[in-house]
Structure formats: C-alpha cells, structure tokens
T-cell receptor, first 113, second 117 residues
C-alpha cells in the first residue's frame, strides 16, 4: 500500500533555531517527492520538488534531502522565523501520473519568540 | 496572475441543503483538482479534470457529490443533500500538464470552509 509517514506530528522551537522534519515513504513506482507548506487557513504552497536523481534541493532557508534507497526525505529549516509556523506536508507522486499524489499527514511546526 | 480563486471562503448550511462551491483556475492551466481536507483524513483528492474532462472521480465519496467544469476557467463542486460529515475544507488546485516542467506542480486556492449543521 502506498503510504507517506511524517514525524514528528508536531514540533515547537524557539525563533532562530534550526529544525529537521522527517518523511518516510513506501510508494511505487516513485516519480517525485514534494514538500508543501500550509499556513493556517490557507492552501498548501510548494516548497521543493525532487526527482529520483536529486538528493538535495534548497529554497531559501529550506533544504530538502532525498535518499531514494532508504525511501526517506527530510526538510531542514535554518534560522527559523515566526512566519515559519505552519504545517509541512510531504507528498509523493506516483509513477508518471501528474495527479496521483500520496499525501502525508503533515508536521505542525510552531515557532515561539 | 491572481492565482486560483475559490468562493465562497466560508459556508454554513443546514443538513439537507444543497451546497455549491466554485473555483476559477489559473489562466492557461489545463488540469483542475478538487480536494477535501479534514483533521482525521488529511488531504484527499475528490476529482481530477484535464482539459475540462473528468479523468478520475474515484475519490468522490458518494452520489451526493458532483463536479462540473463547463469551460477552462470555471468549475463547481456540488453537494446535494449535505450532511454534517461533509464539514471540511474544500480546496481547488490547478496545474499545467505537459508544460516546461515535468513536475506538473499543483497550485492551490485558499479553500472553502464548509460547516453543515
């Protein structure tokens, strides 16, 4: 069964600190892995998209890694800001489909001043 | 571009009433998706249109749900009759299939928060 599991479920850190969110997946055939940020009351916004051959990709203070062998990904946030408070969702695309996405449950991140 | 536009942003209705949610995708996008998000189940794909044609509606919960896309710039999701368990946030997303990027990135609207009493 295609699944995406994320950890932790929630995380509270102080402003300025770094953090890493984890994603494990069992999706076949794998096409790409995406990280989305969802602010409260808004739709998800794409942060990064990585294919099988990419093992790291950055978007500002966000750096995603992908290990296709172990089927694990992480999202590292550097020097956190209050605006980073949101849910971060790991999503894996199935095969060549452009719409079959397996969504994780998300990690709720709270940044405290 | 204004992004994906959804209306209404909030809807409160009574059980048994008809509810219609509206979506305007990003101009030039040829794929449109309707999702439902709840705390218990997360994000679920309800239906996917490509070039205004429904391709996959296997996520539509039951016959009470229907979706249409009469043209490239407008789609509706209708629930008739509504039930309390339909309470959720409904998102519309659009993408460009076959564009320069092979990722077919989906762009989401702000969502409609539906409460059925």
């Amino acid at each position: 069964k295609n699944q995406v599991e994320q950890s932790p479920q929630s995380l509270i850190i102080l402003e300025g600190k770094n953090c890493t969110l984890q994603c494990n997946y069992t999706v076949s055939p794998f096409s790409n892995l995406r990280w989305y940020k969802q602010d409260t009351g808004r739709g998800p916004v794409s942060l990064t998209i990585m294919t099988f051959s990419e093992n790291t990709k950055s978007n500002g203070r966000y750096t995603a890694t992908l290990d296709a062998d172990t089927k694990q990904s992480s999202l590292h946030i550097t020097a956190s800001q209050l605006s980073d408070s949101a849910s971060y969702i790991c999503v894996v695309s199935v095969g060549d489909s452009n719409y079959q996405l397996i969504w994780g449950a998300g990690t709720k991140l709270i940044i405290k001043p | 571009d204004a992004g994906v536009i959804q209306s209404p942003r909030h809807e409160v209705t009574e059980m048994g009433q008809e509810v219609t949610l509206r979506c305007k995708p990003i101009s030039g996008h040829n794929s449109l998706f309707w999702y439902r998000q709840t705390m218990m189940r997360g994000l679920e794909l309800l239906i996917y249109f490509n070039n205004n044609v429904p391709i996959d509606d296997s996520g539509m919960p039951e016959d009470r749900f229907s979706a249409k896309m009469p043209n490239a710039s407008f789609s509706t999701l209708k629930i008739q009759p509504s039930e309390p368990r339909d309470s959720a946030v409904y998102f519309c997303a659009s993408s460009l299939r076959g564009g320069k990027s092979s990722y077919n990135e989906q762009f989401f609207g702000p969502g409609t928060r539906l409460t059925v009493l």
